[in-house]
C-alpha cells in the first residue's frame, strides 16, 4: 500500500491537514485522547526540526473519526513525512495515519 500524498503547498501556505479514520471505526466507536503526531522530512533539507512545521496542536473533528492537524511554514523542496497515532472508544483499538506532504 501506498503512503497517500496531500496536495503540494507553497512554503508561505498555512493549511489544516485531515487525517480520515472513519473507515476503521465501527458503530459506536470515536477517536478519543491524546494524538500522537510525529513529522520527519524524507526528501530535501529542513536545518530546524521538522515539527516546527506543525501550526498548533492536533484536534479531533466534531465526529470524532478524523484528526486536523493545522501547519505551516514549512521548507521549500521538502517531504515531511507524517504519523498520526490516535486512541479510540475502544481500549484495545489504536489508530494510525501515515501520509507525505511535498513543498514547491
Known amino acids: 500500500m501506498s503512503t497517500p500524498l496531500f496536495q503540494k503547498l507553497g512554503p508561505d501556505e498555512a493549511v489544516v491537514l485531515t487525517f480520515n479514520y472513519a473507515d476503521e471505526l465501527v458503530a459506536g466507536e470515536q477517536l478519543e485522547g491524546v494524538i500522537d503526531v ?3 522530512v524524507t526528501s530535501g533539507v529542513d536545518a530546524g ?3 516546527s ?3 498548533g496542536v492536533a484536534a479531533y473533528n466534531t465526529g470524532q ?3 486536523l492537524q493545522p501547519v505551516k511554514g514549512a521548507v521549500s523542496g521538502c517531504v ?3 504519523k498520526v497515532t490516535a486512541p479510540t472508544t475502544n ?7 501515515y ?4 513543498i514547491i
Open 38 to 40: 510525529e513529522v520527519t
Open 49 to 51: 526540526a521538522p515539527n
Open 53 to 55: 512545521v506543525l501550526n
Open 65 to 67: 473519526t478524523q484528526v
Open 80 to 82: 515531511y513525512y507524517f
Open 91 to 97: 481500549p484495545k483499538k489504536t489508530l494510525t495515519r
Open 99 to 102: 501520509a507525505l506532504l511535498e
